[in-house]
């Protein structure tokens, strides 16, 4: 069994990486691998704060960690929120709050273009190496859906049948989303 720190607590993200995990790896959270508290997060990247969380996990255990960062980019913001995706609204990280301001934002947008990026940092005794996926598709005008979190009501992909994240069953996410692609990235990696 090839045992790995994953940086992730949220339990939405837990499980689209478990289900996406190759046969003989078990994957523990920080929180198992005994850290408490935030995993340190201050880059202005996805790039940057993927590698910190994952060496900060390597430092501390000393077992091959895998972090993920993601953010939502949206093309006529300039790639915003981007690596604030979490606090778009605010401190409060609200995802009700969020989607609201980004659908605001979008008022009379005609170009609503926009990709989920997932970079996954991995850090092992060699060192750290980076894996990215992305899924592209277009923000809707309103919120539809029950599953999922974050951005998912509001994202309909471009590869899918016009449903938003929120609107499909989690299986059927994760077969596209930018964090299973990431996986696979690593997984081919590996
Ligand atoms: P994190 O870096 O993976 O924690 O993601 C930052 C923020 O991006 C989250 O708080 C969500 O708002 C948003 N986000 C990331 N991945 C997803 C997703 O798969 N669906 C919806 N929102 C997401």
New binding site residues.
């Given amino acids: 069994m090839n045992k790995i720190i994953l940086a992730?607590q949220?339990a939405?993200?837990l499980e689209?990486l478990r289900s996406v995990l190759p046969e003989g790896w078990e994957a523990q959270t920080a929180f198992d691998a005994g850290i408490r508290g935030e995993l340190p997060e201050t880059g202005s990247t996805?790039e940057e704060?993927a590698t910190q969380k994952a060496k900060f996990l390597w430092d501390y255990c000393e077992i091959s960690s895998l972090a993920?960062?993601?953010?939502?980019e949206v093309s006529v913001l300039d790639g915003a929120?981007g690596v604030y995706?979490?606090m778009?609204a605010g401190p409060e990280?609200s995802?009700q709050a969020?989607r609201s301001l980004l659908l605001a934002n979008l008022v009379g947008a005609t170009d609503r273009a926009a990709r989920?990026r997932?970079v996954l940092a991995w850090a092992t005794a060699e060192g750290i190496q980076l894996y990215e996926g992305v899924v592209y598709g277009q923000i809707a005008l309103d919120e539809r859906g029950e599953y999922?979190?974050?951005?998912?009501r509001i994202?309909i992909p471009n590869d899918g049948d016009g449903r938003t994240?929120a609107e499909m069953l989690p299986e059927e996410?994760v077969a596209m989303?930018?964090?299973s692609r990431a996986v696979r990235a690593w997984i081919t990696g590996l």
């Fill in positions: 992730t949220n939405h993200k689209e996805l704060n993920d960062d993601s953010g939502l929120p995706s979490a778009y990280r995802d969020n989920f997932t999922g979190f974050g951005y998912d994202f994240f996410k989303s930018h964090r």
